[in-house]
């Protein structure tokens, strides 16, 4: 599995994870088998959240997915905004490593911004970071003027990662998010890369320039498409999959190698469009 260094953290991780959102309607055996399946075959970045089910997937599916194999997991977990106080998001992230049953995130993010000053959610992810509870911190479907407001607060080498909806069908954060994030040494992590159900057909125009491109190389139009998205070292993915040959399917993407042409054939099929007004976020 082929790992970069995640931002600033100087931690090296797959540069495909696995996504636990909207999990709690899967089948709980199955998903957890998936998920320690992922981590067999080198998917060790685990995303989770309060927010997901309740609390209950990072309760009934990650930790067990995890038992005794903390070590192995770069494990995340999202505060929900309305949370996130200073004392709030102190409380909110026990109360996920107590869900988790482990005693620390390897980074904890902000899920989206709200309506609570950043300057008290930075205060308290530095306070979780010098009590060792959180190894480094970052925030989800934040914009560049969202981010330049954390970094004012933070100060420069602080934010380890911005998590934020990427896939062929939705590039907006190339227009200004991803170079900003690449100029302040900011991981960028895709989430729902597959477009949450929502893939190119098979029949459309993209959707054949995809399955022409994998026939080629033997793989899957998802696998194609994963790859085009991590093409950049600054960006890692986060596909969900709850079953084993999904699970597989991703883990192989990583080993996919396209060339310049078939980056640029996939890039023309599906234009990044005008850069709009506000990030997009589901």
Not at 168 to 195: D, K, M
Not at 200 to 219: C, E, F, R
Request: proline letters at 5%; glycine letters at 8%; aromatic letters at 6%.
């Amino acid at each position: 599995m082929e790992t970069r260094v995640f931002g600033n953290t100087g931690v090296a991780v797959p540069v495909i994870g696995q996504g636990t959102w909207q999990m709690e309607d899967d089948d709980a055996a199955a998903a957890i088998r998936a998920l320690r399946a992922g981590l067999d075959l080198g998917l060790t970045h685990l995303d989770t959240a309060e927010l997901y089910g309740q609390g209950r997937v990072e309760e009934a599916l990650v930790a067990k997915a995890i038992a005794g194999r903390r070590d192995e997991v770069f494990l995340v977990s999202k505060v929900m905004p309305s949370n996130a106080t200073r004392r709030g998001t102190v409380a909110a992230c026990e109360r996920s490593l107590k869900r988790l049953g482990t005693d620390r995130l390897d980074c904890y993010l902000l899920h989206w911004p709200g309506s609570h000053p950043l300057e008290g959610t930075v205060e308290a992810f530095e306070e979780l970071v010098a009590a060792g509870k959180i190894r480094s911190w970052g925030v989800s479907n934040f914009g560049v003027e969202d981010l330049e407001e954390v970094l004012a607060l933070a100060g420069k080498g602080r934010i380890a990662c911005n998590q934020v909806l990427y896939h062929l069908e939705e590039r907006a954060i190339e227009h200004a998010v991803v170079p900003w994030c690449e100029s302040q040494g900011v991981a960028v992590v895709a989430y729902s890369p597959f477009g949450n159900g929502q893939f190119p057909s098979p029949t459309s125009a993209g959707g054949k320039v995809l399955a022409s491109i994998a026939n080629a190389h033997g793989v899957t139009p998802f696998q194609v498409a994963l790859q085009f998205l991590v093409r950049r070292p600054s960006v890692f993915a986060i596909p969900k999959a709850s079953d084993m040959a999904h699970v597989r399917d991703n883990a192989s993407a990583a080993s996919l190698k396209l060339t310049p042409e078939e980056l640029q054939r996939i890039d023309a099929a599906f234009p990044k469009g005008d850069e709009p007004d506000e990030l997009p976020v589901i």
